[in-house]
């Protein structure tokens, strides 16, 4: 090391006249830096030569020191914050990786710092809740992106709750936003007002939303699909799919089941009970519609459904039967309506969430029509 990192190093450094050379050797001194058993002697001639190149008046040279010693934990704190208020071609890769730089050095650029500096700091394979913070309160769009994009990056609740403030209507952020590992129940709550149908399904199957929201949120999808059925696809076919990923994220229940089946939705009913079965979906119409007692009893049974709620099935099925669409306008409504209150005169069994939710309902019904 002491041969190549001399005082005639430093003179060079600071009066040859090619950028190029001061940049190559900015990198190779910032390798050496990193590589080597350095004396103290030696280590303080490391810094003074950094701190020269640091001063460099051709980015380039600082780019070079920069990008050479963005992981370094050797480099001195001062030389790295000097780096890092620089322009932002030098200050990007110090600001991404360096663990010198402290909370308050970081909050610093976060609040005076450019966008593209606040995304460097963001994407950080670690951000800090008081970082975090920062970030959220005064960033960037394209920096908060990034943030909620960064598993890394500690997000609490109530910062959470301001990025849905700030950008709930953005799709740069919504999509990282609810794609996160993990969502406090009140923020994918939240979420669910303000993200598309596709984001919508996506909080459904990947966190923990109420049983209420997430059963309205499955049954409002069933229903546009119902309405606006294109594409050439079978009802049949996306019925299936929606079932299969709705088992896979836990969220077939039967209390799903009885509340679509009391909404007027007996298709998917009958293809979450025929997936439940493991029997076809042709077969399982016809144990379901059988008009003896015994057809949905049985495949009722093979679905493992709990028994308490069989009679709940029995009344919506007969309701449909009994009370067909009018056809007048808000005949689906009156019809919800009806079935609504056959259960719920009918069936003293329905656990407390089930009758919440089917008496919140018949409320909303009782304005239609």
Request: net charge negative.
């Amino acid at each position: 090391m002491t041969e190549h990192l001399s005082k005639d190093d430093v003179v060079r450094l600071l009066s040859d006249p090619s950028p190029n050379t001061r940049a190559d050797l900015a990198a190779k001194v910032a390798r050496q830096f990193e590589a080597a058993e350095l004396s103290d002697s030696e280590r303080t001639l490391a810094e003074e030569i950094i701190r020269a190149m640091a001063r460099d008046a051709v980015v380039r040279v600082r780019q070079s020191l920069a990008e050479n010693l963005k992981a370094s934990a050797n480099l001195p704190r001062d030389v790295a914050l000097t780096l890092a208020k620089d322009v932002e071609d030098v200050a990007i890769p110090i600001l991404s990786v360096s663990q010198v730089l402290t909370d308050a050095d970081l909050l610093e650029i976060v609040r005076s710092g450019t966008g593209a500096k606040q995304t460097a700091i963001a994407v950080r394979p670690s951000v800090s809740p008081r970082v975090a913070d920062a970030l959220v309160e005064t960033g960037s769009e394209q920096a908060v992106a990034a943030l909620v994009a960064n598993e890394g990056a500690q997000l609490e609740e109530g910062a959470l709750g301001r990025v849905i403030d700030r950008f709930g209507a953005s799709e740069a952020v919504q999509a990282p936003l609810v794609q996160r590992a993990k969502l406090p129940i009140t923020i994918a709550e939240r979420l669910v007002a303000v993200v598309s149908e596709k984001y919508q399904q996506y909080l459904v199957t990947h966190h923990e939303l109420s049983p209420k929201t997430a059963a309205d949120l499955i049954l409002q999808s069933r229903e546009r699909a119902t309405v606006t059925l294109l594409n050439g696809e079978s009802d049949e076919v996306a019925l299936e799919r929606l079932v299969v990923q709705l088992s896979r994220s836990g969220r077939l229940t039967p209390p799903l089941l009885v509340r679509a089946l009391c909404m007027g939705d007996v298709g998917f009913f009958e293809a979450a009970v025929a997936h439940l079965a493991g029997v076809p979906l042709t077969n399982a119409r016809l144990l379901i519609h059988d008009v003896g007692r015994l057809g949905l009893k049985s495949i009722y049974d093979r679905a493992k459904m709990p028994p308490a709620l069989l009679p709940a099935c029995r009344i919506a099925l007969d309701v449909l039967k009994e009370t067909p669409y009018d056809g007048e306008e808000h005949d689906r409504e009156r019809h919800r309506r009806r079935m609504i209150e056959r259960i719920l005169t009918q069936y003293e069994d329905l656990a407390a969430d089930d009758l919440d939710y089917l008496l919140d309902k018949l409320g909303d019904l009782m304005h239609v029509g």
